[in-house]
């Protein structure tokens, strides 16, 4: 349209393979892409020419990415293995964390609650939505909830602390 404001502002094109998911840094500099070829790139735009960091995860595709907004140098990555890793956004050598067999298949989705900040939950094709407790060495699974069909996204309820949306495939 004549006289439009639209415009891309920033193409990135680093991956090898489809982007799953993209989410942004609370704090906005900062964008966060989960690809099919295995990595979570950051792409950070403060300045003129953005820089990215690479994070390979050693699986076969990447199914979401979230940040911690208590940690905000933490984030979550839900994998196509089941597993679920956990990352310092300052090391992108090694995980911190993992949780090996999360779900058995593919994890879809994962979700920090907003309020218990060492709570994730996760959810996949095993039609399961778990709540892990990451506080510690050793992370714990705290809460188990069995769906009707397997989970393609889930979002806690702000101000209600045990109350999850989830959607199906």
């Not at 090694?94 to 058995?104: K, R, T």
């Amino acid at each position: 349209a004549k006289g439009s404001k639209n415009k891309q502002d920033h193409l990135f094109n680093d991956h090898k393979r489809t982007v799953n998911k993209v989410c942004f840094h609370p704090e906005g500099n900062v964008l966060f892409s989960a690809s099919q070829d295995g990595t979570i790139k950051t792409f950070d735009w403060r300045q003129a020419q953005p820089t990215v960091q690479t994070f390979n995860c050693n699986t076969e595709s990447i199914r979401d990415v979230q940040v911690n907004s208590y940690s905000t140098k933490t984030f979550a990555a839900a994998l196509e293995n089941g597993c679920v890793q956990i990352w310092d956004m300052r090391k992108p050598d090694q995980f911190e964390q993992q949780l090996p067999f999360a779900h058995s298949g593919p994890v879809f989705a994962c979700d920090w609650h907003p309020d218990e900040r060492h709570w994730l939950a996760t959810a996949g094709r095993d039609k399961i939505i778990q709540v892990w407790d990451l506080q510690g060495r050793q992370p714990h699974e705290i809460y188990t909830v069995h769906t009707i069909a397997p989970v393609s996204r889930i979002r806690w309820r702000p101000e209600h602390k045990f109350a999850i949306a989830s959607s199906a495939l």
